[in-house]
């Protein structure tokens, strides 16, 4: 399957997100895009440490979403909609 799998920078005073860094990758399924964006965390160049991973299928739907950073940002997720294993 296509996902894009996206890195963000959360703002805590605003909640604003700034988008860091962006892949579009074929994978076979979610549990191999969550390990393939572990590994771009590590290994993707970009302008700062990110605190939101994202992926998203090819039509746009949210198949995985996670802070990679202090839980205060938990909270700013919290508003998200979550698509976990085995929903449509």
């Known amino acids: 399957m296509n996902v894009v799998i996206e890195f963000y920078r959360l703002r805590e005073l ?3 997100h700034a988008l860091l860094g962006r892949a579009t ?4 399924d979610t549990d191999a895009a969550i390990g393939l964006a572990r590994s771009l965390f590590r290994t993707l160049d970009m302008p700062q440490d990110p605190d939101i991973v994202s ?3 090819d039509l746009g739907l949210e198949l995985y ?10 909270a700013a997720l919290s508003k998200r909609r979550f698509i976990h294993k085995g929903q449509q």
């Open 14 to 16: 605003d909640n604003a």
């Open 25 to 28: 990758c074929d994978v076979i």
């Open 55 to 57: 992926i998203n299928d």
């Open 65 to 74: 979403c996670a802070t990679v950073r202090p839980v205060w940002k938990e």
